[in-house]
């Protein structure tokens, strides 16, 4: 677990951080549409489409930063991962696209409402879905010889992809759900409230299963938890993630308003931070490390003068969008 901190360590956690940002960002937005079948026709679900308007569009920033981080640090991964992916990117994107639309047209198209709902309902499960079940690709291993992707077009599809991906179904409506939480009031908070439950345990479940799952996935990770000196590094994670999950629950009891979001968000954080733990040092498993994938050290540094200047300014108008539209949402947008 020993990490030598250069350049190429650098930009693993800037593109983890780019990440980051982008699942606990967008996910609570994708989360809003996967539930969006719940929620009741007409005021309810405006409510809830308002209380997103003003920053759903701005959270995929981050998911142009972290695919385009990798392009430019590590592109034989890039190289790899996307050969290996393409129909889940594909779906994704798509996924992406139709939300996106709807988003907007249901407004200006009210004749055609509920095909806009299922458009940005569909959209978003299937972003989702798609994302988790990348995720569950990389992890489980990708076939490479001489550098290139050597297997076949549905590689990716096994039962841990699947169980990836519902995971993180499950984790965005969570997010989803105490975004509401945090944002409504009234009969539509309760409402979001029971659905934050609800997502809480399905999340904490599927999230155990995928941890049980890892453990026999590939020899390496069971080392990394299951044997000294690493398990010392590792153990604070799930003793962390556990605590973190008692807490969402008991938020969620005594009709906290938002903290059951920054709590969804921290068990986000420990739930990735978990990854990294498995994963290091390989970005590729089983065979590629971030230091074999990584772009020449005059490009990462070339890049990293760009990221300085950037990354501050993107997190700087993200905080202020979200200062500006602060408060909870009524009929007419936030007030």
Known sequence: MAVNVDLTVVWAFIIAFAVFAYVVMD????????????????????????????????????????????????????AVILPATYP?????????????????????????????????????????????????ALLQGIDVVDRAYAGSWFDWFTPYTLLTGIGTVAGYALLGACWLVWKLDGEAQAHARTLAKRAAWATLILMGGVSIYNLGLRPEYADRWLTAP????????????????????????????????????????????GLGVTMWPYVVPPG????????????????????????????????WAYWVFRGKVGDEGYH
């Not at 959270?59 to 991964?77: D, I, K, Q, R, S």
């Open 27 to 78: 996910g609570f937005d994708l989360g809003i549409g996967i539930l969006f079948p719940s929620f009741e026709v007409g005021r309810e679900r405006d409510r809830a489409m308002n209380s997103i308007a003003p920053v759903w569009d701005g959270n995929e920033t981050w998911l142009v930063l972290g695919g385009g981080g990798l392009f430019a640090a590590f592109p034989l991964a890039y």
């Open 88 to 136: 889940l990117i594909i779906a994704m994107l798509l996924g992406l696209v139709f939300r996106g639309v709807a988003f907007e047209f249901r407004w200006r198209d009210p004749s055609h409402r509920r095909l806009w709902d299922f458009a940005f309902t569909g959209g978003s499960l299937v972003a989702a879905m798609a994302q988790g079940m990348t995720l569950g």
């Open 230 to 273: 690493e398990i010392y590094f590792a153990a604070p994670v799930p003793i962390l993630t556990g605590l973190i999950a008692l807490a969402l629950l008991r938020s969620l009891s005594v009709e906290r308003h938002s903290k059951p979001f920054w709590l969804s968000l921290a068990l986000f954080f420990f739930g990735m931070a």
């Open 288 to 319: 590629l490390t971030i230091w074999d994938v990584a772009a020449p050290e005059r490009s990462q540094v070339f890049m990293l003068i760009g990221v300085g200047i950037t990354m501050p300014l993107i997190i700087a108008y993200t905080a």
